[in-house]
């Protein structure tokens, strides 16, 4: 098989693991590109897959390569939608193109420049990179959440770190992403942010989640 074929084949196992499917039959039945038994055998051969009692399970092989794919596809759909405005229906045949082109440095840079989003559009988990955890760290030393920041003073947003995905479709929808000027204006009886020529106001428990650096120390590029 090609090297795009088997990392479809590879991807379509991937997402039946998340749903608990992991079988021939699941696989043949989520097998739009009409792969199939053939492939699977393929996959086996290769190293990439054990089958057993018609179960699939992935290798360390395996698994690294369909990590890698589905990452770099949900990255892709991250940045088709955050950052250029696709809807789905548009950005998900350009994040299927992607997943297949983007190298391992513009993957992480990409990453890095979406803040190492935990979620995909689709709220589904986005596996992490090794930006990710190095992300972590260098977050942790260098940046705040923004209920410490100063009124009236200008930050970068460094990256958010909610679990709601409703929550932070709202803040880009104000254009509050990694890299943005954000100033708060207000801290009582809710926060108000000023960020381009929106402003948006807040609970505090949004605020504690937007994590920012002073303008004068940026630490945008980290890697």
């Known amino acids: 098989m090609k ?3 088997i990392e479809e084949c590879l991807e379509i196992i991937w997402h039946l693991n998340e749903n608990h499917e992991s079988d021939i039959d699941g696989f ?3 097998d739009e590109d009409n792969f199939g038994k053939e492939a699977v055998r393929e996959l086996e051969m290769d190293g990439y897959i054990v089958i057993t009692n018609k179960k699939i399970t992935m290798t360390g092989k395996g698994e690294d ?3 890698q794919v589905v990452r770099r596809h949900r990255l892709a759909e991250r940045l088709l939608s955050d950052v250029l405005g696709m809807k789905p229906e548009e950005f998900e045949k350009g994040a299927c193109e992607f997943e297949h082109l983007l190298a391992p440095e513009l993957t992480e840079s990409i990453c890095t ?3 190492h989003p935990r979620l995909c559009p689709h709220g589904i988990k986005i596996p992490e ?4 955890k190095k992300g972590k760290e260098s977050f942790a030393s260098a940046a705040y959440s ?3 920041a ?3 003073e200008p930050y970068t947003v460094a990256y958010i770190n909610t679990h709601m995905e409703t929550r932070m479709q709202k803040l880009f929808q104000f254009s509050i992403v990694p890299g943005a000027t954000i100033m708060v204006t207000q801290t009582y009886p809710s926060y108000v942010v000023q960020c381009g020529n929106a402003q948006l106001a807040m609970e505090e428990k ?7 650096w002073r303008n004068d120390n940026p630490q945008v590029g980290i890697d």
């Not at 949004?206 to 920012?212: M, P, S, T």
């Open 150 to 152: 100063k009124s009236m």
């Open 113 to 115: 420049l979406l803040g």
């Open 129 to 132: 990179g090794e930006c990710c």
């Open 65 to 67: 390569r369909a990590r």
């Open 146 to 148: 923004l209920t410490k």
């Open 206 to 212: 949004i605020a504690r989640e937007i994590y920012v």
């Open 3 to 5: 090297i795009q074929d």
């Open 28 to 30: 043949l039945e989520h």
